[in-house]
């Protein structure tokens, strides 16, 4: 499928999606949104797609943002529609995904980008990175998803500092606080970022999956994890990739993991 705002590249089961605005810092316009739901669509459908990638196109940004331009016109029930629209079709199906999605952070993150890094299950960041979420500088709030996940992601405490000044984190802050995982040189962020999907698509498809619901579950505070997790362990032993796991194990050879 191809894709007016989207670059999107389907290599060795690794799905790279590129938001490809660079002239506006790649910011997240009515149509950026509506293909980014179809390229997620394509990552839980496409049988060939086992991990995907988030970057932004060009030396400077991620994503700065929503894009400010269409927010004149909208009214109380248009600003909710856009949050729940974007919510739905995007943020939380990207945390929500099976299949393992990683924000590849290429430089300015504010607003919707940081909030679309934040829906990503974890994000890696190149050391000219910059994560902020501004929107208090234009009488608004985070929209998509950005007080509940940055809570989350570093606390409380530093959660409402950055959203009530609006300021931003450089790449190294971002990750003493645990907003990313991993700070790279530019030019190896993609590489870094793929050989960590690497790793993780050697491992059973299934479980991965439960594991990501799992820990998506925990972040939420929901009071029965636990007894989720013993259902997901449970239902995993009948997997023929559980039985492949053990065997491979006991006979000192790689498993070999089909997804079923
Ligand atoms: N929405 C729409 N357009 C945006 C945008 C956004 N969120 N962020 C950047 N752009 C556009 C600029 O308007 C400019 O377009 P132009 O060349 O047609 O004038 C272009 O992208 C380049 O941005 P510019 O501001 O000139 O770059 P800069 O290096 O001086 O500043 C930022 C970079 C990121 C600090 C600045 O663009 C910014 O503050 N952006 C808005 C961030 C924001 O508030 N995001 C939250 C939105 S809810």
């Excluded at 950005?146 to 809570?151: H, N, P, V």
């Excluded at 030019?187 to 870094?192: D, G, K």
């Excluded at 820990?215 to 997997?239: C, P, Q, R």
Aim: net charge neutral; glycine share 10%.
């Amino acid at each position: 499928m191809s894709y007016q705002t989207l670059l999107t590249n389907l290599q060795e089961n690794i799905f790279t999606i590129t938001i490809n605005r660079p002239d506006k810092l790649n910011a997240l316009n009515k149509t950026v949104i509506d293909e980014l739901s179809m390229a997620i669509d394509e990552i839980y459908s496409n049988e060939s797609i086992k991990s995907a990638m988030m970057t932004g196109s060009g030396a400077k940004a991620f994503v700065a943002g929503a894009d400010i331009s269409e927010f004149l016109s909208l009214d109380a029930q248009g600003g909710k529609l856009l949050a729940q629209k974007g919510q739905e079709n995007v943020f939380n199906k990207i945390e929500n995904a099976p299949k393992p999605i990683i924000a590849a952070v290429n430089g300015f993150a504010l607003g919707g980008g940081c909030e679309l890094a934040m829906a990503c299950h974890f994000r890696l960041a190149s050391n000219n990175a910059k994560f902020g979420q501004p929107e208090v500088n234009l009488g608004l709030i985070p929209g998509y998803g950005g007080t509940q996940r940055l809570t989350q992601l570093i606390g409380k405490g530093k959660a409402m500092e950055l959203i009530l000044t609006g300021n931003m984190v450089d790449a190294n802050e971002a990750l003493s606080l645990g907003l990313v995982n991993h700070v790279t040189n530019p030019e190896e962020l993609l590489t870094t970022t793929i050989k960590i999907l690497q790793t993780i698509m050697s491992k059973a498809p299934l479980a991965i999956a439960e594991a990501i619901a799992l820990v998506n579950h925990a972040a939420y505070g929901k009071s029965d994890g636990l007894k989720k997790e013993i259902e997901s362990f449970g239902k995993l032993f009948d997997t023929q990739d559980a039985k492949e796991g053990a065997k491979a194990f006991l006979e000192k050879r790689k498993a070999n993991f089909t997804g079923k």
